[in-house]
């Protein structure tokens, strides 16, 4: 049997390094986002004050914040907690296989679940919800207790990751087409998507002033990793596999080059981990024959499966080479034929993935078979009926979301309708998710961006406020952040797509300008703030087009822009219609708020967020995880000494 057991462990830490950025993200965060003074508070989500029983309180909104009043908190410092448990479960993974376990997840997974209940505009992004999944894989992956031997199970749980990993890649890339977006369609994407993404990296500048012949070829790349290599993560020779894991890295690392995804790269990173076995880490030599002739078959197999997929490319994206020595490229197909061939593709990965789950059902068959010892085969018996079981159940619910890629499937499971009825009792949980990211393209007239002035006279003069990460000053770079994710950040970038009776928070910020609120402050540039002494007595947004300067140009400007026209109007901070509207939503409240009775724990609490606050977040996430590593190769060091 293929062992896995260093692919697992690897998975399992990995995933435990992806909650430790998560959780120490959302954690500075907190006071700015969901304190009693930030923009959306997580007082508004729950009464504590409520009276009933906990576990019907648990039922209305699942979430360990409820316990805030058993430890003598409010809902603020209840989050804290959670997330330094978060901090402290996943980095105790991270440096030390031994709580890579399934209580260890089962907790990481339960504490994550818990913020993201409260979480609300800030936290609806693809990333968090394929975290919840991905977590919630690994409470069948991970060992129930810590042992150094692989488990027989091994095979069929990676295998549910390596299902995500495939509904992930394909629908990222199915969606880009069949939004019908006529920038993906004619290739134009990669032109526009490096100066119109979220928070673009400093090697975004240089990518978007590429040949646009590289850009139109660099798309057609990314079509295909996404689309066509990942129906061969279920392929049967290994060596094709192994060329598809690496595709799906350099593709991700690629985009961390060039665009600040917080964990959401680093998470698909390790999702492809699934791909591999243990014989990818250490080669095994052997001396047998017939071992090179299968060697020797395998690479000859190899070869011609992607001998194909390179021809097929040609030929559906028209690739030629030009008398310049570029590539041109165009798509070949119609659209009427791309959903043709996507609704039986459709159907074809989910046959090739129930083959594919059969033959490593077979595998443990013939492993329990061959197992000695009554107990022992019984054990294993037990267990791989058990995991196959809960991976077929998995399989059967993600169909849902997996089919609704095309409306032709629709019928199809809808007469499955246990299955369905089972996906909406757990959608909730966010156990199976549907994804695909850049349905349509932004920004092709320009990166629209929200720029928030403040004044102290309606006449002005208006002063701009900066923000830490997003483009503002046309001068300034931005710098790398990721795996933190700046979440107010990325909510602008939002907002600017629509308007503002679209993204009410956006009246919250304003009046927490407007107030010189210091936690919300925090999540801005301090070092550029405008209104130091006081807060201004009027806020106003402006809609911005903002370009990268041309390659040609020796100023040291980063961008230009243009103005669109206004955002929303000026407010003050007693503008009756603002008032009325935070007052609805709750933000501002005459309650009196729940008292913290737990004063040493609040000490405890106050002193570490006092210190965290001094440093950037992301030196903080990159700090740990330095920590965690340096902690990591020092016990591994010890145990060799102590071994030898």
């Known amino acids: 049997m293929v062992q896995l057991r260093y692919t697992r462990n690897l998975f399992l830490r990995g995933i435990c390094i992806i909650y430790l950025f998560a959780f120490l993200s959302f954690y500075v965060q907190i006071p700015g986002l969901y304190g009693d003074n930030g923009l959306l508070p997580a007082r508004t989500q ?9 576990l019907n309180k648990m039922k209305h909104k699942p979430t360990f914040l409820w316990l805030a009043p058993y430890l003598g908190l409010n809902v603020d410092y209840m989050l ?9 479960l996943s980095f105790a993974g991270f440096v030390s296989q031994k709580f890579c376990i399934v209580p260890i997840f089962a907790g990481l997974w339960s504490l994550y679940y818990s913020v993201y209940q409260i979480g609300q505009t800030f936290m609806f992004f693809q990333w968090d919800v394929l975290l919840l999944e991905v977590g919630f894989l690994c409470i069948f992956v991970a060992p129930i207790w810590y042992s150094y031997r692989g488990r027989i199970s091994d095979g069929v749980t990676l295998w549910a990751v390596r299902w995500l990993l495939f509904r992930l890649m394909f629908a990222s890339g199915v969606v880009k087409l069949t939004s019908g977006c006529p920038v993906w369609w004619k290739l134009d994407a990669l032109s526009i998507h490096f100066e119109s993404q979220c928070i673009p990296t400093p090697l ?13 070829l660099s798309t057609v790349s990314v079509n295909v990793i996404e689309m066509a290599v990942p129906l061969l993560f279920f392929f049967p020779i290994r060596n094709v596999r192994i060329i598809a894991f690496y595709l799906q890295v350099i593709l991700q690392v690629f985009i961390i080059a060039t665009g600040n995804y917080n964990f959401f790269n680093f998470l698909t990173i390790c999702l492809c981990i699934s791909l591999l076995d243990d014989q990818f880490f250490y080669k095994r030599k052997s001396k047998n024959d017939k071992s090179h002739v299968k060697n020797y078959v395998s690479a000859l197999a190899t070869i011609l499966v992607y001998g194909v997929i390179i021809y097929g490319t040609c030929v559906l994206y028209g690739l030629k080479i030009t008398d310049n020595w570029t590539i041109e490229s165009n798509i070949a197909f119609t659209p009427e034929e791309f959903d043709r061939v996507l609704s039986r593709t459709i159907l074809f990965a989910i046959y090739l993935g129930l083959v594919s789950l059969g033959l490593t059902l077979k595998e443990l068959i013939r492993v329990v078979f061959f197992t000695k010892g009554m107990y022992d085969k019984l054990k294993t018996t037990i267990s791989t009926i058990l995991y196959f079981t809960i991976v077929c159940c998995i399989f059967a619910v993600s169909l849902v979301p997996y089919t609704a890629l095309h409306q032709s499937h629709n019928s199809t499971i809808a007469q499955l309708v246990n299955v369905k009825q089972i996906h909406a009792k757990v959608e909730h949980l966010h156990i199976v998710n549907s994804y695909g990211l850049f349905r349509r393209m932004t920004g092709v007239d320009g990166r629209p961006e929200v720029v ?14 900066e923000f830490l990460y997003k483009p503002g000053n046309v001068n300034n770079s931005l710098p790398f952040v990721a795996p933190h994710q700046p979440r107010l950040d990325w909510q602008m970038w939002f907002a600017a797509l629509g308007t503002y009776h679209q993204n009410p928070w956006l009246m919250s910020l304003a009046y927490r300008l407007l107030s010189g609120q210091p936690e919300v402050l925090a999540l801005m540039n301090t070092v550029e703030h405008p209104f130091r002494d006081r807060p201004p007595k009027y806020i106003r947004a402006s809609l911005y087009y903002y370009h990268y ?10 961008w230009t822009r243009e103005r669109i026209g ?11 219609p603002l008032i009325e509207y935070l007052t609805k939503m709750k933000i501002l409240q005459e309650k009196p708020a729940v008292k913290v009775t737990n004063e040493p724990l609040k000490l405890i609490l106050d002193n570490l967020r006092s210190l965290v606050s001094k440093v950037e977040p992301s030196i903080i996430l990159w700090g740990v995880f330095t920590a965690g590593c340096a902690i990591f190769i020092t016990g591994y060091g010890n145990s060799v000494s102590k071994k030898k």
Do not use: C, M
């Open 46 to 54: 729950l009464d504590l004050k409520a009276r009933g029983p906990l």
């Open 204 to 216: 975004a500048w240089y990518a978007h002033h590429l040949p646009t012949w590289l850009l139109r």
């Open 566 to 576: 206004e955002y929303f109007p000026i407010f003050s901070q007693s503008h009756p």
């Open 80 to 88: 804290d907690v959670l997330s330094l448990l978060g901090v402290i």
């Open 549 to 558: 300067t041309p390659s040609s140009q020796t100023s040291n400007a980063w």
């Open 452 to 465: 928030i002035e403040g004044s102290d006279s309606i006449e002005g003069p208006w002063k701009e406020y």
